[in-house]
C-alpha cells in the first residue's frame, strides 16, 4: 500500500514558477514510479510527467516539455514537479500517482497503470 500527498499548488500569474511536491508513505522503494496528471474543468485527467525512480528516466507531455522538470529524492520519499513558464492553460488539479516500476516507459503516460493516487493540489495561471 503506498500513501501520497501532494502540495504546493497555488495561484500565480503567468510567466511565474511552482514547485509542486509529491510526499509518499507506506511502500515507498524505488519499485515504484511516480507520475505527475492534472485535470481542468470538464476536461479529461491528462498526463503531465513520470519519474522511473529504479531507471532515473522520466517522460513529459508535448506540451510541458522544458517547461516543467520531474525530479525524486528517493531518500526522503519525495517526487517533485518543478513548473516554468506557467500558461492559463496549465490551471488545473494535479495530482500525482504511483505505479509499479516494471512498465514499458511510453505506459506510464497511461492512467491506467497506476495503482495509487493522492488527493490533488490546485493550480490556477492567471492571464
Known amino acids: 500500500q503506498v500513501q501520497l500527498v501532494e502540495s504546493g499548488g497555488g495561484l500565480v500569474q503567468a510567466g511565474g514558477s511552482l514547485r509542486l511536491s509529491c510526499a509518499s508513505s507506506?511502500?515507498?522503494?524505488?519499485?515504484?514510479?511516480i507520475g505527475w496528471f492534472r485535470q481542468a474543468p470538464g476536461k479529461e485527467r491528462e498526463f503531465v510527467a513520470a519519474?522511473?525512480?529504479?531507471?532515473?528516466?522520466?517522460y513529459y507531455a508535448d506540451s510541458v516539455t522544458g517547461r516543467f522538470t520531474i525530479s525524486g529524492d528517493n531518500t526522503n520519499n519525495m517526487v517533485y514537479l518543478q513548473m516554468n513558464s506557467l500558461k492559463p492553460e496549465d490551471t488545473a488539479v494535479y495530482y500525482c500517482?504511483?505505479?509499479?516500476?516494471?512498465?514499458?516507459?511510453?505506459?506510464?503516460?497511461?492512467?491506467?497503470?497506476?495503482?495509487?493516487w493522492g488527493q490533488g493540489t490546485q493550480v490556477t495561471v492567471s492571464s
Open positions: 500517482a504511483a505505479a509499479p516500476d516494471y512498465y514499458s516507459g511510453s505506459r506510464y503516460r497511461s492512467s491506467g497503470v497506476y495503482n495509487y
Open positions: 507506506g511502500r515507498t522503494d524505488n519499485r515504484y514510479a
Open positions: 519519474l522511473r525512480r529504479n531507471h532515473g528516466t522520466s
